[in-house]
């Protein structure tokens, strides 16, 4: 079956300062694969400063990996070019945080709607056009008479978010990269955008990548999670397994810290270390503040199997065997 997205081992490093340059790792190693044939999401998730943002930039070709390859149909993505390099802009879509960034106040609803549609040339008229606008509206549950004709500040929030996933939808695209999409978007409307997002996934065939630092809505949404912390991946799976029996530190720490509505559960069971963060790149990430910290995590550890869809970069498992990132999609459910 042949792959829509591969990533191996992608490293992005920051330089800062001239004379005594400073990097800054923020992706580190990392792997993945989605499979044409098998529309999923898959949440990665993070606190700020975990890489999740840059891997969202790298995905959508705004920044070039300093290490690795990224291919999008067997195409390493920065050798694009011409008609190539049009067709992944159009396959491989964002919705970012802010609903309100990509309006301009002085247009309408259909002037967002139509700049898609004449850039890729999407439609032969203006009544074509009009069923595209029509039917991505309704695809994302808005009906298109509520909306079109309005200003962006005639509209919620929530209308908002879901027009830009109109938007990105009428490109028909395979691949969305969702960073942190309902974050801005008042949680009462949470629900029904992620549901939007999920039925974009079922009835259209759209892999989502949905990136948050939001635990709960990644369970409500994903198949399979991947958690980053300070550019490395920490661990990994089928969303239930990972969320519901946490095996590294640092995701049962993420855990921990959300307000579950279950009265036997203890908030804040597990302490917070807060000691300085390992700025010599060299030892686990984490092991600045991990409680169960012991020597040999002063070097970084690999990836362990736990079970048959959960994996963890953490010693406290270093009985199991190993795996090499590369081949950490395979424990991710589709
Ligand atoms: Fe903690 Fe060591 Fe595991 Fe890192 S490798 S999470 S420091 S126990």
Known sequence: MANLLELHGVTKIYSRGLIHAKENVALRDFSLTLKEDEPTILTVAGESGSGKTTLAMLLLGFIDATEGQILYNGKDISTLRGKQRLAYRREVQAV???????????????????????????????????????????????????????????????????????????????????????????????????????????????????????????????????????????????????????????????????PWPDLDQRWGEHSIIAREADETGEGCPFRGRCPSAMDVCKTRPPLFEIGSHQTASCFLYSNKPEIVSDRLSQLLPA
Not at 126 to 142: F, W, Y
Not at 162 to 188: F, G, Q, T
Not at 190 to 200: G, H, P, Q, Y
Not at 239 to 245: H, R, Y
């Open 96 to 258: 970012f945080q802010d609903p309100f960034a990509v309006f301009n106040p002085f247009y309408t609803v259909d002037h967002l709607l139509t700049v898609p549609i004449r850039r890729f040339k999407l439609a032969q008229s203006k009544a074509a056009a009009r069923e595209k606008m029509d039917e991505a509206l309704t695809a994302v549950g808005l009906r298109p008479e509520d909306v079109l004709g309005r200003f962006p500040h005639q509209l919620s929030g929530g209308q908002r978010q879901r027009i830009n996933v109109a938007r990105a939808l009428l490109l028909r695209p395979r691949l969305l990269v969702a960073d942190e999409p309902v974050s801005m978007v008042d949680a009462s409307l949470r629900a029904s955008i992620l549901e939007t997002l999920r039925n974009l996934q079922r009835d259209y065939g759209v892999s989502i990548i949905y990136i948050t630092h939001d635990l709960t809505t990644a369970y409500h949404i994903a198949k399979s999670i991947i958690v980053l912390y300070r550019g490395a991946v920490m661990e990994a799976g089928d969303v239930d397994a990972v969320i519901k029996d946490p095996q590294h530190p640092y995701t049962r720490l993420l855990v921990d810290s959300i």
